[in-house]
């Protein structure tokens, strides 16, 4: 996976990690702790391989606060007062911009590499 991984573009990184995080907001929203902390260490995985990514060093600093307001909302105390909409819409853009091009994201776990 981490071979594969870095043949994403960070759009493509980046929408796959807002696919976690969403599952892990509507497992919370739902209240399955369980499923939601698992979405949420996937996500924290892919951030993890997405800062490694050699390409991706001049989005360091936006990757890490990503990774540190995601960790707030879900299992802190929500200092940065995050809400669903704003992760969804944050995330949302990555979504858009690979899918411009009628291309779509590029999956982990459905890749033919």
Known sequence: MVERWKDYSIFEQMANIGAEVGRAVKW????????????????????????????NKDCLKEILRVREVLGDYLIGENIYHSTEEQWDKYFYQFNFVIRKDNSGPKSVSNSKK
């Open 28 to 55: 919370k929203k739902k209240g399955s702790t369980e499923r939601s902390m698992n979405a949420f260490y996937r996500a924290l995985e892919l951030i993890d391989l997405t800062v490694d990514d050699k390409k």
